[in-house]
């Protein structure tokens, strides 16, 4: 092998050239699923890396994913890149945390939220879809595959069964909508992330709601479906319809 195969396959290089990522402009995780899943020009190159078989082993793919991610990035800054992506979004969050938190104190609040995270954050990664923010007490993630969203909400809920702390066990609530959301520096903007934020407003302890919109994008097999009456919420299309999803 030569020197520069050597080098560019060298773990503590591409660590360094993935944590410089996060001072560039743009979202560092371009280069998964659910960002090259478009046709602008930084995606199609992108997804030719990744046909490479070289996903996150060498140095030059991840230097490769930072020129196109700062060029991803000055393409929306002009107006040019800040398209919409095909996603489905996820929020999650846990009930009656900040009654519990008053009686409980802030060191056992945190201690739940880790033990909470340590539940959330595989689930999603393991389904192949993203965190992309920790809200309080809660998550939003996206995923390109509608179905490994509701698979991972579910088993968060199963999870989190197992944990308690200081005699609480806490209690998630979920839900989904799949849109076109826009992008922005990792972030994802627009109507249909407000409308899956509602969704999962609208969830009880214990609950995963959905839209029909993902509904009618899976396959239900091995689901229990069954339709929420009387779905109301600010800021959401009158016509939308919202049913609750359980393992059958």
């Given at each position: 092998m030569s020197a520069f195969r050597r080098a560019n396959r060298r773990p503590g290089l591409v660590r360094a050239i993935r944590a410089s990522r996060e001072l560039l402009p743009g979202d560092e995780n371009f280069g998964d699923e659910l960002s090259i899943a478009g046709d602008r020009p930084a995606e199609v190159i992108a997804r030719y890396l990744a046909e490479r078989g070289e996903r996150g082993e060498t140095a030059s793919h991840e230097a490769g994913l930072a020129a196109l991610q700062v060029w991803q990035a000055l393409s929306q800054r002009m107006g040019r890149g800040a398209g919409m992506v095909s996603a489905t979004i996820l929020f999650t969050d846990l009930v009656?945390?900040?009654?519990?938190?008053?009686?409980?104190?802030?060191?056992?609040?945190?201690?739940l939220l880790r033990a909470v995270a340590a539940v959330a954050e595989p689930s999603v990664s393991g389904a192949g879809g993203r965190v992309v923010k920790r809200l309080g007490d809660g998550h939003m993630a996206v995923f390109a595959?509608?179905?490994a969203g509701i698979d991972a909400a579910l088993q968060m809920q199963d999870g989190l069964a197992s944990v308690e702390v200081a005699g609480h066990r806490p209690r998630l609530r979920a839900g989904l909508h799949i849109g076109q959301p826009r992008t922005l520096a990792g972030d994802f903007l627009g109507t249909d992330v407000n409308i899956a934020a509602r969704v999962g407003e609208a969830a009880g302890a214990g609950?995963?709601?959905?839209?029909?919109?993902?509904?009618?994008?899976?396959d239900d097999d091995g689901l229990l479906v069954k339709r929420v009456r009387g779905f109301r919420a600010k800021g959401v299309p009158r016509e939308l319809q919202v049913f609750s999803v359980k393992r059958g």
């Open positions: 009656g945390f900040s009654s519990w938190v008053l009686e409980a104190g802030d060191e056992a609040a945190l201690e595959d509608p179905r609950e995963v709601l959905v839209s029909d919109a993902v509904l009618a994008a899976i």
